[in-house]
């Protein structure tokens, strides 16, 4: 069974940055595409990058293109997410999860699982 573990949130300014962790154990994530996602309170939890793992490809969602960049560090069973000139409407808890499935739509919440605890990132203004 697959493990992941997110850290790395806090607090921060707006403009700021921060960098997220999410380190797999059990089992290696090398051969599967992995994403973050985000829950902000009072809202659904949504997409926000994926990598996939045979070309390293990325895919964001609108709100954060430009500002965020997903990597990953195969040997380390590791994806990074690097948030920068962060807004008060990024403040949530940010989960990574593994794609088990490969469908239509990168960002469908439910082709991934082995979702960890979180990381909570506040933003303030």
């Known amino acids: 069974q697959v493990q992941m573990v997110e850290s790395g949130g806090g607090l921060v300014q707006a403009g700021g940055s921060l960098r997220l962790s999410c380190t797999a154990s059990?089992?290696?994530?090398?051969?599967?595409?992995m994403g973050w996602f985000r829950q902000a309170p009072g809202k659904e939890r949504e997409f926000v990058a994926t990598i996939t793992w045979s070309r390293g490809r990325t895919y964001y969602a609108n709100s954060v293109k430009g500002r965020f960049t997903i990597s990953r560090d195969n040997p380390k069973n590791t994806v990074y997410l690097q948030l920068n000139s962060l807004k008060p409407e990024d403040t949530a808890v940010y989960y990574c999860?593994?794609?088990?499935?490969?469908?239509?739509?990168?960002?469908?919440?439910?082709?991934?699982?082995?979702w960890g605890q979180g990381t909570q990132v506040t933003v303030s203004s």
């Open positions: 059990g089992r290696t994530v090398s051969s599967a595409d």
């Open positions: 999860a593994r794609r088990r499935r490969i469908g239509p739509d990168i960002a469908t919440m439910v082709d991934y699982d082995c």
